[in-house]
């Protein structure tokens, strides 16, 4: 009898554990999947940046794109994301300005250093 209930609850310990191992894997696939885009987005931006060339091929990403990508975070680096998202909105709107229809591209460190902060949330897991 003992084997038998040995048996079982090695069965039953295993099934536990490859389904929560299982679980895992599939979400860190779905980030995977999710950041991917935009840590390129945020690349291309930064390899403009460094070139003296503004990034304005329009918005980041979609919104709904960024939402996703939110809800994929963890609590605690869903706000600290939300923070440097904002600062580098602000990078991104003092880095430029216009005069007579002509956009004057300030030194772009400021930009560059908001676009690295944000990518280390993309980080492949």
């Not at 310990?13 to 995977?32: A, C, K, M, P, Q």
């Not at 918005?59 to 440097?84: A, C, M, P, W, Y």
Request: charged content about 25%.
């Amino acid at each position: 009898m003992l084997p038998i209930l040995t048996g079982l609850l090695g069965v039953l310990v295993g099934t536990i554990v490859g389904h929560w191992l299982s679980l895992g894997r599939d979400r860190r696939i779905e980030f995977n999947k999710i950041s991917e885009p935009l840590y390129r987005e945020l690349e291309h931006q930064r390899l403009l940046a460094k070139q003296g060339i503004y990034p304005n091929q329009g918005e980041l990403v979609t919104s709904h794109g960024l939402i996703e990508f939110k809800q994929h975070l963890e609590n605690r680096n869903r706000k600290r994301f939300e923070l440097d998202f904002n600062k580098y909105l602000e990078a991104r709107k003092n880095s430029v300005s216009q005069k007579d229809f002509v956009l004057n591209f300030h030194p772009p460190h400021l930009l560059i250093s908001a676009i690295e902060q944000m990518q280390l949330y993309c980080v492949r897991k």
